[in-house]
């Protein structure tokens, strides 16, 4: 059961993984409407499977503490990284989840490598770690506005035009370090149609209710769509590796997105395949000591009855 169950959820994903080595065209490779023949009703009941699926494998990964995952979410603004999250993690225990977002970076990590402050949001072992936008703003954000890379007090050298070739390299080789000390490093990029992104800037706009989450820099970034785009093209080919592959899961329907999240994740568990860890003998013993004096004192134990004639005297 639980193989024929693993074996579904990766053929549902296969269509979304970036084959390493492949060179992506988002405009062309990737349908941000795609919704694999389902229905939204379809959607609902597959997502919450998926979301049981995450609480029981979440929880044998904290009970083994030797693995970790970083789970990381790219998009463009309005996509639907919060609401992926909040839907996709609703079902696991929070004491073992750590959600970390990135804005504009401090003096203190400008002092810094442009990794570091990325390292010390990672999670740690039996944890998931989640990335609301991830170290790969450094090959985004910061590529599309170079007056972000002047301000990483970078030396000359470090400033050349091969600075992002660098980047690639130096990321999968971290992302490569991270995997063979144990943490399963998960990305996911949600495709968004720009018409998509208008027309949920406008109901942003529109109802009061969803003002706050609208910023007149969203409207302004917006006019760096084409640059973003093939930004994330060039990212997309050049880091999607064996040991960790990008997914590239169209946004347009939030409930599809959801579903691909959740299985995407949800692969990634099983593939590492946590287990509850076993007692030793001793231990066994020490239970079952414990479990005969729990029992002892019991309504209808011997102790029981004691103590309530003490109490009637």
Known sequence: MAENRAQRIARFIEP?????????????????????????????ALLAEGVELLDEFQARLAAQDSRGVLFCLQAMDAAGKDGTI??????VNPQGVRVSSFKVPSEEELDHDYLWRYQCRLPRRGEIGIFNRSHYEEVLVVRV???????????????????????????????????????????????????EQRQRFLSRIDLPEKNWKFSSADVRERRHWGAYQRAFSEMLSATSTPWAPWYVVPADRKWFARICAAAILGHALMEIDPQYPTVGEQARKDLMTARREL?????GSGAARD???KRRK
């Open 307 to 309: 103590r309530k004639k």
């Open 16 to 44: 979304l993984r970036v084959r390493p080595g492949s060179t992506v065209d988002l405009a062309t490779d990737f349908d941000p409407r795609y919704k694999a023949d389902l229905t939204k009703a379809e959607g609902v």
């Open 145 to 195: 506005h170079p007056e972000y890379l002047r301000r990483q007090r970078l030396p000359e050298e470090g400033r050349d035009p091969d600075v992002w070739e660098r980047r690639y390299r130096e990321i999968n080789d971290w992302e490569r370090y991270l995997v063979e000390n144990g943490f399963s490093v998960v990305k996911v990029f949600l495709n968004l149609s720009k018409e």
């Open 86 to 91: 909040r839907h996709v993690m609703s079902g």
């Open 295 to 299: 029992e002892q004192e019991g309504p």
